[in-house]
């Protein structure tokens, strides 16, 4: 049987149930949270966390993945203190989050570099996936990279390239974060290509703050998966599109190539609760179950095509991996 690594140890993907492939457990400005201690408590954002996942296997979820790489503040001891009290699944994940410069560590190291060497990013995210995050031994399931309006700068590249290389060394699957007004999608494509990658094992993240059809097919002819994964972030693109552009690509026969999530969080520095409460009130784990399916149902997409989306894509992105 085909498992998968989660935060509190492998699952068999037969039992990863209904998945959210794009959230986040905590995003964290470590610097800021150190020197401003009053910004982060450890027992009340855990009971919170905990609080949400709980109504968010209520409402019929039961794994997610949580897309929280270096850049973004990854904390695996936290992560697995949620974990341990929560009824949902977490799968961690590795890779770097930029839109354009690395920190001066991964600057000053590598080869042609001041201090030269290996690629060092890449012996990091394979030992993630094969011995564990920093000491933990609870060990990455997925790859994470991301490609925004900047565009393929030398630093993005390096990572693009790295992540490429750790997924051909270990199988696991890669998701991305990109900006669709520039396309950015078809440049992780490309390059993910000319490392190898069989692109049927990544998810371009965030196609769905597209409604360019033209666009979103040309992704799904290079042969990856489409990440439907910001409902909620509605000032991206409303509501009403996020539907209509997912119900249209399931009636050309793409359900199967698709998966839905949120991209939110339990909590982030960056978009703290009182200001997603004010500004963007759907960014929520339990807006797809309460809101998006109702919709979808609505707009003509099967109950078999949801199911596909959630549980049986997941299963087969991971399994894949496993093989």
């Not at 011995?131 to 693009?160: F, N, Q, S, W």
């Amino acid at each position: 049987m085909a498992t998968v690594q989660t935060v509190t140890g492998a699952l068999g993907t037969d039992q990863l149930g209904r998945v959210l492939m794009h959230e986040h457990v905590f995003v964290i400005n470590h610097e800021y949270a150190v020197n401003y201690p009053e910004t982060w408590d450890d027992e009340e954002r855990t009971a919170d966390a905990v609080a949400k996942l709980v109504a968010l296997k209520e409402a019929g979820i039961d794994t997610i993945v949580d897309l929280t790489v270096l850049g973004l503040g990854r904390d695996i001891r936290k992560v697995r203190a949620v974990a341990e009290r929560s009824p949902v699944r977490i799968i961690a994940a590795t890779g770097f989050y930029t839109f354009t410069e690395l920190p001066n560590y991964l600057k000053f190291h590598g080869p042609g570099r001041l201090i030269g060497g290996d690629e060092p990013m890449t012996g990091m995210f394979v030992r993630d996936i094969t011995e564990g995050i920093a000491g933990t031994g609870i060990r990455a399931g997925i790859l994470k990279c991301a490609t925004d309006v900047p565009g393929v700068t030398p630093d993005v590249e390096r990572v693009l390239r790295s992540v490429a290389r750790a997924h051909l060394e270990t199988g696991v699957p890669i998701s991305t974060h990109t900006d669709v007004s520039t396309q950015r999608g078809l440049d992780q494509q490309k390059i993910f290509a000319e490392e190898g990658v069989d692109l049927g094992a990544v998810i371009v993240g965030h196609s769905g703050d597209s409604d360019d059809l033209d666009y979103l097919q040309r992704l799904l002819d290079n042969g990856s998966y489409l990440g439907m994964d910001r409902f909620g972030l509605d000032t991206k693109l409303a509501f009403d599109m996020r539907v209509a552009t997912v119900a249209a690509l399931a009636e050309r026969g793409y359900a199967s190539r698709m998966v839905l999530s949120h991209d939110a969080s339990c909590h982030s520095h960056n978009f703290p609760g009182d200001f997603r409460a004010k500004h963007l009130p759907n960014w929520r784990f339990t807006h797809l179950t309460e809101d998006v399916v109702p919709a979808l149902l609505a707009a003509g997409v099967s109950q078999r095509d949801i199911d596909v989306m959630l549980v049986d894509n997941p299963r087969a992105i991971f399994s894949r991996s496993a093989a």
